[in-house]
């Protein structure tokens, strides 16, 4: 946003509660806000994906991921996705 841009395009990455929490999110972040990211979260927290993930049962993804992705500012750093080989890549940017 440092550049403000006229136009600011975001593709949802798919139709899931965390992915409506994000959007919203992000659209009150752009506009100056402070949302209230407790409310937001509460849909994903009641939805049986979260519990999914909750269980430990999900491949490749351990339970205390979760709780460390959905912290606002927990990180210093951004992860942008470049493309390497056909493959993503993702590595932390400061």
């Given at each position: 946003m440092l550049r403000n841009p006229e136009t600011l395009t975001i593709v949802a990455s798919a139709d899931h509660p965390e992915d409506h929490a994000c959007a919203r999110y992000i659209d009150a972040v752009i506009r100056g806000g402070h949302p209230d990211l407790h409310r937001l979260l509460q849909p994903l927290r009641e939805s049986e994906r979260y519990q999914r993930a909750l269980s430990g049962t999900w491949p490749g993804f351990p339970t205390k991921d979760l709780e460390l992705a959905?912290?606002?500012?927990?990180f210093a750093f951004a992860m942008p996705v470049t493309r390497e080989s056909g493959y993503l890549r993702l590595t932390a940017s400061s």
């Open positions: 959905l912290v606002a500012d927990r």
